[in-house]
């Protein structure tokens, strides 16, 4: 799942709240992503959303 979200825009965007020196937006949008990004991973592998196999 991680390997099907992560790409380059994250340095991208760091990159351009730097040349405008606002990156204490930046952090505040990255600590949003990842509570959001934890939470979608939480609820998708929880127990009760894994199927188990039938006999």
């Given at each position: 799942?991680?390997?099907?979200?992560?790409?380059?825009?994250?340095?991208?965007?760091?990159?351009?709240?730097?040349?405008?020196?606002?990156?204490?937006?930046?952090?505040?949008f990255a600590a949003?992503?990842a509570l959001l990004?934890?939470?979608?991973?939480?609820?998708?592998?929880?127990?009760?959303?894994?199927?188990?196999?039938?006999?």
């Open positions: 799942m991680l390997k099907n979200v992560a790409s380059r825009d994250f340095s991208a965007a760091l990159l351009g709240f730097a040349l405008f020196d606002q990156l204490y937006w930046f952090l505040i949003a992503g990004f934890a939470g979608a991973m939480g609820w998708i592998i929880r127990p009760s959303a894994v199927s188990s196999p039938r006999p």
